[in-house]
């Protein structure tokens, strides 16, 4: 049945071309001008693309073109990666040294015991600079 229609239609169609043709030739009008200037010209030149281009050649450049684009996008988007793994580890880092710093300072009896040695340090070093003075 779907044959039948497939092919009842195409007669149809084929039939109503021949008509309207006929008619276009008689009168000298034509129907959808614009249109079919339009699909005309389309044509012509998909027509001239096919017997002018080499499409083997044009493939593969294309396909070139294609590949160099997506490794350009890709280390993009790695660089952009690495670009963001950095700013975490430089907070990470940041915020290590600050903490740590906070933790590294001296307690108030070890900055008594650090003053205590400097000024026994400087007592010996004045007491030693004397005794070379004295002859």
């Not at 080499?54 to 160099?68: G, I, M, V």
């Amino acid at each position: 049945m779907g044959y039948l229609i497939a092919i009842a239609s195409s007669l149809v169609l084929f039939t109503g071309f021949l008509a309207l043709t006929r008619y276009e030739t008689a009168h000298g009008v034509r129907f959808l001008s614009r249109s079919r200037g339009k699909l005309d010209t389309r044509v012509d030149r998909v027509e001239f693309i096919m017997t002018h281009v080499d499409l083997a050649a044009f493939l593969r450049e294309e396909t070139e073109r294609a590949w160099k684009r997506a490794g350009h996008d890709l280390a993009h988007l790695v660089l952009q990666a690495v670009r963001i793994v950095e700013r975490v580890l430089t907070r990470v880092v940041r915020h290590l040294r600050t903490h740590e710093e906070s933790t590294v300072r001296p307690t108030r009896a070890a900055s008594r015991e650090f003053v205590r040695k400097l000024s026994d340090f400087k007592s010996e070093l004045s007491a030693a600079q004397a005794e070379s003075e004295t002859p």
